[in-house]
T-cell receptor, first 114, second 112 residues
Framework: GEDVEQSLFLSVREGDSSVINCTYTDSSSTYLYWYKQEPGAGLQLLTYIFSNMDMKQDQRLTVLLNKKDKHLSLRIADTQTGDSAIYFCAERYNYGGSQGNLIFGKGTKLSVKP | KAGVTQTPRYLIKTRGQQVTLSCSPISGHRSVSWYQQTPGQGLQFLFEYFSETQRNKGNFPGRFSGRQFSNSRSEMNVSTLELGDSALYLC???????????FGPGTRLTVT
């Protein structure tokens, strides 16, 4: 069935770049997403990429998509302590040809050390 | 624009009771989805409503139900609560740009 996998933890130093990786299984996914969740909060949509794109850049965020390998990554440049959170990768499951629900990974906990 | 709002934010119930959670989508958004988040299972899709019709449903027992009103506000109901229903319940809305999905802060349900 559909599955999204991510590593569970990542620790970086403030000012370094962070790279969070994700693999997915549904080759018909149209959109892939990155969400951020801070403690006690809901999910914040960070960015998304359409499946016919290879890369998308949005300020400090760069998303890379390798559709052949079904691999998605999120790079955060100049990581700050405020970036410490859990980052979720998600694919939009195609349900009967229409855009269905999101399938989420378990989340990567990013810890940023000063 | 105001974001997705959910009420209540926190709820404590006992086993066997029922609970109703409410979600108001972003103004103009007609699609509302519900997700359950637990430490063990992660984020799992419950159901999606569009124009008062359930369009899609996840793999949850019939104790979980929902509905959507003509103003797009949605409620979900869990009957005969079990300890395992303790979770953060997240609501999300989509508008015309249907690929952009925005989440509310969630309702933290604790079943004792």
């Amino acid at each position: 069935g559909e599955d999204v996998e991510q590593s569970l933890f990542l620790s970086v130093r403030e000012g370094d770049s962070s790279v969070i990786n994700c693999t997915y299984t549904d080759s018909s996914s149209t959109y892939l997403y990155w969400y951020k969740q801070e403690p006690g909060a809901g999910l914040q949509l960070l960015t998304y990429i359409f499946s016919n794109m290879d890369m998308k850049q949005d300020q400090r965020l760069t998303v890379l998509l390798n559709k052949k390998d079904k691999h998605l990554s999120l790079r955060i440049a100049d990581t700050q302590t405020g970036d410490s959170a859990i980052y979720f990768c998600a694919e939009r499951y195609n349900y009967g040809g229409s855009q269905g629900n999101l399938i989420f990974g378990k989340g990567t906990k990013l810890s940023v050390k000063p | 624009k105001a974001g997705v709002t959910q009420t209540p934010r926190y709820l404590i119930k006992t086993r066997g009771q029922q609970v109703t959670l409410s979600c108001s989508p972003i103004s103009g958004h007609r699609s509302v989805s519900w997700y359950q988040q637990t430490p063990g299972q992660g984020l799992q899709f419950l159901f999606e409503y569009f124009s008062e019709t359930q369009r899609n449903k996840g793999n949850f027992p019939g104790r979980f139900s929902g509905r959507q009103f003509s103003n797009s506000r949605s409620e979900m109901n869990v009957s005969t609560l079990e300890l395992g229903d303790s979770a953060l319940y997240l609501c999300a809305s989509r508008g015309r740009a249907r690929y952009e999905q925005y989440f509310g802060p969630g309702t933290r349900l604790t079943v004792t």
